[in-house]
C-alpha cells in the first residue's frame, strides 16, 4: 500500500524528486517550533509546477494521505511538522522570481523562493518586498502560510498586507489564481485573504503576487534606554501618533538586550551605569528618501524620546546599527541557546501592552518561571521566551498569558500562527461559533480534509 | 402569513420600527445603482443592537424571508435593492461612534455612522478615517459591504486596509466579533477580510472598528493637462515610483473635465489654448504634515510632470483645490444628469490603464456608444459613464469591456462592487471552480440562503 503510494506519488513528480521511507532526510522531520517531536513523514514530493501539486493532492486524496505544505521549514508554530503517515510538499524547487514588474510595483514569484533571494532580486530595481521576518531564508510561500510579520510590519503591514494575488491548489486539486496586479478589487469574495495565514490548511500556494515598495536611501538606528518597562510601553503609541512613521519600533527588556549583545559581541556605546540603571530599551528604525529630512525626523524623535523619558538617546552608526538589528532578529536563536522552553508571540491592542506584559510576567513569577523578551511594539506584537521545565505547569502558566491577552482584546499569535503549537490554547479560547465557521469554510476548500490535519482546527 | 411575518418582526424590533407594505417609502426601494427598476421591500426593519438584527435573522430563517442589509443606499450596484418579498434591515438607528481610541489609533463604530459625522468626530482628535468614496452620505456599513474605496486609496488603501474588526451576524443568528484593535493577527481564518466585499451575503455588520491615521496639516492640488491620454496614463507608474507618496492621483478626460467644471461653475484658470488643446488631466493631491517638505515636493512633482509630458502644471488654491475635489466626488451626479445608461468601474493593473482604456473606448466607438470618464488612476481603477439607450447592445458592450479587464489581469469592479448590476457578467467571465468555491463559503455563513440572494452569486 505504502508502496503503491509512493510509486504514484513518483509517477507525478518523477522518481529523482520523490522521497519516502529511510531515504527522507531529518531536517524535513520538523520546523523550528521549539515543543514538538520531530516527526519523519511517509513521503516527502518535490513539485516542479501547479499542475504536479494538483497531481499529489489527486493521489492523497483517493489514499487518504494527509498532506503538509513545506517552505523553509523555519516556522516556529510546528505548521510544517509532518505527520509519520504523511506527504510533505516541499517548494524547494518551485523557487523562481518570474518577473519583478515595476510598472505595477509587484514581483511575481514562485513559493518557494527565499527572502533573501527575493531582496537581491527586487534591490537591482531599487524596490523591496517589506516583509522581514528575522529569517531571511524563509520562504514567501511560508510567509502566506503564517501570515508573517517581522519588524518593518509597523510601517509597511504584515504579508496580508503585502500580497495581493495567489494561484493556488485546493484540497479537491482543483487550481485556481486569485487577485493579480492590482491593490484593489471589489468582485467577490477575498479569496486571497482568506488563504493568507490559513497555514496550509485551505490550499497549496503555487505562485505569489507580492507588492513592492521603493527602497528609500537613507536610514538611521535610535537606540533609547528607559529606567522602567511601563515607560517604554507608553512612549510606543506617543511614537505611532506623532506621523514620524518609524520603520521599526521595537522594544528590548533589559535580560534580552544583555543576552543578545553578548552573543553578537556587540557594543552599543551604552556607559555602564545607564546600562544598569536600564529596565529595557526601544529600537527605532527611521528611514526616508532624504537625507536631509531624515536628519531632522530623527531630531524630532530624540527630544520626543527624552520627553516620554529616555534615560538617554543614542543614534548608532551603521555598523552597529545594522548589527543591532541582526541580533534582534536572531533573538530567537539566543534564547533557544540559553534554554528556552518556549517562544510566543500575543499581539494586543498596543495600549494594552503595559498590563499585558505586567500579567504575564506575574503569573511567570507565580511559578517560578522566567518570561523575558522583547517585541514589535509598535503593532502590540510581544514576543516571550518561556523558562519553565514542567510541561503541565507550562501549558498552565502559557494558558493563563493567553488568556490575558484574548481578554485585552488581542490574540494568541500575532505572526507565527497557531499550527500544531498552540491549537489546544486556541481550541479553548476561541469562540466556538467562530471554529465551527472556519471548519465549515476549511471543508470548502478541502472537503476530504487532507490538508494539514492536526493544525489549527482538528 | 405576511402579516404574521410582521408581527414576529415587529416583536424583534418594535413595532415604531418596523414598516410594512405600502407604509414603506420609496427611499427604501434602491440605491444609486442606474439601471435596475426600484423595488419596494416586503418590511424594512430598524434594529437598534446586534441582538436585534440576530431576532430579525431567525424570524427571516423561519419563514424563508429573504434580507437585505442597507446602510445609506448610496451603493452603485444594485447591492442594497431589496426584493419585492423580501426585508431590508436599515442600520440607520445604529449610527453611533462608540469611541475614539487616540492610544490605538481606531474608532469603534456602529455600521449606521455616516462619513461626514465620523469625520467630525476623528478630527476633533487630529485623526482621519482615510476612506473617503465620493459621497460622505456613505455609511460606514456601507463601505465594509462594498469594500468601498475612493479617491485617498493610492496613499492609504480601501476600507479592506482600515477595518481591523467587526461584530458580525451570520445568516444563522450567531453573533461573532472578529480581529480587534490590533493591526496584524494570525490566529485562525481572517473572518474579518472575508466579510468585507461581501455585499451583504455572508453576515450583517453591527460593529466596526476602524483603523485611524493623523491628519496631515498641510495640503495642495496640482493639475496637470496633457495632450494625449496614453500620456497621462504613462506618467502614472512614474508618479507612483517617486515616492513622493501622493494622497490623491486622478485622471479625468477632457469631456469629464468640461461637465463637472461646468457643473460645478469651476473657473481652474486654464488657459484657453491649453484647454483646447488638452485630451484629459491628471489631478495630484499632496500632503504633509511638514509645510517646507509639502512646498518642497510639489516643486519636485512639477518637474517630474514637465519631464512627463504635462502641457503645464497649475498648483491650485485652496478654494479651487476643494471645489475641483467636491466636482470630481460629483462625477457621477454629473454623468447621471447627462443621461449616462450606466457607471462602470474596471479595475486593470496600473500599467495596462492605457491598453484597457484604448480598448474600451474603441468597443464604444464600434457601437456609436460614449464611453467617457475619470478614475483613481493611481490604482489602475477606470471610472466610465456609458451612453448607449439600447439594452441589448449595451449588455454586449458591457461584456466587451468587462473581458477586456479581466483578459489584461483586472477585475469587473475596483471598488463598487458586482451587486445585482454586474452579477451575470461576473457569473459569465469568473472561473467556475471560484464561483463553486465562493457558493459554498456562502453557505458556511449562511446555510438557508437567506442574505441578499440575487446579488453577487446566486
Ligand atoms: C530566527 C527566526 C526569527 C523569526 N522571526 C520572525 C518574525 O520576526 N516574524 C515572523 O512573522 N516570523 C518569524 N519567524 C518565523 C518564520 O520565519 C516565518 O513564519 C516564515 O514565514 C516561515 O517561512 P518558511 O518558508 O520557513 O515556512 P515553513 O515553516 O516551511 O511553513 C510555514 C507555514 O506555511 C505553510 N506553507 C509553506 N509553504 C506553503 C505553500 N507553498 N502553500 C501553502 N502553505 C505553505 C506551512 O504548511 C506552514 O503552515 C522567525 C523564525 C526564526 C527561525
Ligand atoms: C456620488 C457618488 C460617488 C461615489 N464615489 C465612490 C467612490 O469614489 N468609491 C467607492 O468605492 N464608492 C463610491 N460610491 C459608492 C458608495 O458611496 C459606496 O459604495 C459606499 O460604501 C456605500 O455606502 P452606503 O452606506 O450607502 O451602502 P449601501 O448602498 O446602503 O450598501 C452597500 C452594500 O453594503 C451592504 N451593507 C450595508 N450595510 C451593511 C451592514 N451593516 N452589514 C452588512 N452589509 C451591509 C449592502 O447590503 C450593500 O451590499 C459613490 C456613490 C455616489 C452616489
Not at 538611521?220 to 528607559?226: E, R, S
Request: charged letters at 25%; proline letters at 4%; one cysteine or more.
Amino acid at each position: 500500500m505504502a508502496e503503491d503510494v509512493a510509486a504514484r506519488l513518483a509517477e507525478v513528480v518523477g522518481a529523482a524528486h520523490l522521497l519516502s521511507g529511510d531515504a527522507v532526510p531529518e531536517d524535513y522531520a520538523h520546523d523550528e517550533e521549539l515543543t514538538g517531536e520531530p516527526r519523519r513523514p511517509g513521503y516527502v514530493a518535490k513539485p516542479a509546477t501547479a499542475e504536479e501539486v494538483a497531481g499529489l493532492l489527486r493521489v492523497a486524496t483517493e489514499h487518504g494521505v494527509p498532506v503538509t505544505a513545506r517552505g523553509s521549514g523555519t516556522g516556529l508554530s510546528g505548521a510544517a511538522r509532518p505527520r509519520p503517515d504523511g506527504l510533505l510538499v516541499s517548494f524547494e524547487r518551485m523557487n523562481a522570481v518570474l518577473e519583478v514588474d515595476t510598472g505595477n510595483h509587484v514581483a511575481v514569484v514562485q513559493p518557494g523562493v527565499t527572502l533573501s533571494e527575493l531582496d537581491a532580486r527586487t534591490a537591482e530595481a531599487g524596490l523591496q518586498y517589506t516583509v522581514y521576518p528575522g529569517e531571511l531564508s524563509a520562504s514567501v510561500g511560508g510567509n502566506v502560510g503564517s501570515n508573517a510579520g517581522g519588524m518593518r510590519a509597523v510601517r509597511y503591514g504584515v504579508t496580508r498586507h503585502n500580497v495581493l494575488g495567489l494561484q493556488a491548489v485546493l484540497g479537491t486539486g482543483e487550481i485556481i489564481r486569485t487577485g493579480g496586479r492590482i491593490t484593489k478589487i471589489s468582485s467577490g469574495y477575498d479569496l486571497t485573504q482568506l488563504i493568507i495565514g490559513s497555514e496550509g490548511t485551505l490550499a497549496l500556494v503555487t505562485e505569489v503576487i507580492v507588492r513592492l515598495h521603493p527602497r528609500l536611501a537613507h536610514g538611521a538606528t535610535v537606540l533609547a534606554p528607559f529606567t522602567d518597562l511601563d515607560r517604554v510601553l507608553a512612549a510606543v503609541p506617543r511614537i505611532v501618533a506623532s506621523g514620524l512613521a518609524p520603520t521599526i519600533l521595537e522594544y528590548i527588556d533589559n535580560l534580552t538586550m544583555a543576552a543578545i549583545t553578548h552573543t553578537a559581541q556587540l557594543a552599543l556605546g551604552v556607559p555602564d551605569e545607564v546600562r544598569e540603571a536600564s529596565q529595557s530599551y526601544l529600537v527605532v528604525g527611521m528611514e526616508n528618501r532624504d537625507a536631509d529630512r531624515l536628519h531632522a525626523d530623527i531630531e524630532v524623535l530624540g527630544e520626543l524620546l527624552g520627553e516620554l523619558g529616555a534615560a538617554d538617546v543614542y543614534v548608532l552608526d551603521g555598523g552597529s546599527a545594522r548589527k543591532l538589528i541582526e541580533a534582534r532578529e536572531k533573538a530567537f536563536w539566543t534564547a533557544k541557546a540559553a534554554g528556552a522552553d518556549d517562544v510566543i508571540d500575543v499581539v494586543v491592542p498596543r495600549s494594552a501592552m503595559a498590563q499585558f506584559l505586567g500579567a504575564a510576567r506575574a503569573a511567570g513569577h507565580r511559578r517560578e518561571a522566567g518570561v523575558i523578551g522583547c517585541g514589535h511594539a509598535g503593532d502590540g506584537n510581544v514576543h516571550l521566551a518561556i523558562f519553565c521545565k514542567d510541561p503541565d505547569v507550562r501549558r498552565e502558566l502559557l494558558h493563563e498569558i493567553f488568556a490575558e491577552g484574548v481578554e485585552l482584546g488581542g490574540a494568541i499569535s500575532g505572526e507565527h500562527g497557531i499550527g500544531r503549537a498552540k491549537r489546544e490554547h486556541f481550541l479553548e479560547l476561541e469562540d466556538p461559533v467562530k471554529i465551527e465557521l472556519m471548519r465549515r469554510i476549511k471543508r470548502s476548500f478541502d472537503p476530504v480534509g487532507i490538508l494539514n490535519p492536526g493544525v489549527l482546527l482538528t
